[in-house]
């Protein structure tokens, strides 16, 4: 689901002068609050032993109502950016669905070349989040390999729904990092995150979780986890 506001026009001169910082930032609060004197706080939550690739910098932005964003900031050039928008128009109905986290893709300018500087990634802030990782690692850990199978089987028919809404659509980045769990157990659902890569021109998300559940098979899982998590998310994502 994409955030409704205005897109603001920002101009600065360097993506990291602290002055520079505070324009896009209260840009940011204006747009989204409609009032540059709204109450907000603002925490770093940068990853300094993993760094994201082309990211500058991430930040919880909180308002007193209550609201919370997710901000990215990624240097310029980035082409999931820059063609993320030709993605949201040719599949509009992205920003109304629940299960996608959108990201509004705000570009910040050089005031003097007109150029893109850096871009700015918003999303709604999902408290308390639950990755399908996180989930993987208790299932498997506890030896559950029914849980296991359910959970993987389920996911093949989310993901084989993502694609028949959206025919020719690829995340381009699914792994279990960036797939939610939200909801309590028993009306739980999924939601994909890190969404600007969309792309209706590259990638296979099928093959792409493959590779992802080896990656944890390698990472200490063992070969026993890849086949009934590869078989069971094979067989959901089949189910027409």
């Known amino acids: 689901m994409l955030i409704e506001c205005e897109q603001p026009q920002i101009e600065i001169s360097h993506a990291e002068d602290p002055l520079d910082q505070n324009r896009i930032l209260i840009s940011i609060v204006d747009s989204l609050t409609k009032s540059p004197s709204s109450a907000f706080k603002l925490v770093n939550m940068n990853d ?3 760094p ?8 919880k932005l909180s308002f007193e109502d209550g609201r919370s964003y997710h901000l990215k900031k990624v240097s ?8 993320f928008p030709q993605s949201l128009q040719k599949f509009e109905s992205l920003k109304e669905d629940p299960n996608i986290l959108i990201p509004l893709i705000i570009p910040v300018f050089h005031k003097d070349t007109k150029s893109p500087i850096c871009y700015m990634h918003i999303t709604q802030w999902i408290n308390d989040p639950l990755t399908l990782t996180t989930e993987l690692m208790r299932i498997w850990t506890l030896n559950a390999s029914a849980e296991l199978r ?30 939610l769990i939200v909801g309590d157990r028993t009306s739980s659902r999924f939601m994909l995150i890190d969404c600007a890569g969309l792309d209706d021109e590259v990638g296979d998300d099928r093959m792409s979780f493959l590779i992802s559940l080896q990656v944890l098979t390698e990472g200490g899982f063992g070969q026993n986890f890849y ?9 959901g994502y089949a189910i027409e």
Do not use: C, Q
């Open 48 to 50: 300094a032993e993993n």
């Open 52 to 59: 994201l690739r082309n990211t500058i910098s991430v930040d």
């Open 76 to 83: 310029a050039p980035d082409s999931e950016s820059e063609y």
């Open 150 to 179: 359910i959970m993987l089987y389920h996911f093949g028919t989310f993901l084989r729904g993502f694609h028949k809404a959206y025919p020719g659509l690829n995340h381009t980045d699914i792994n279990p990092n960036n797939v």
């Open 227 to 235: 086949t009934i998590a590869s078989e069971s998310f094979l067989e």
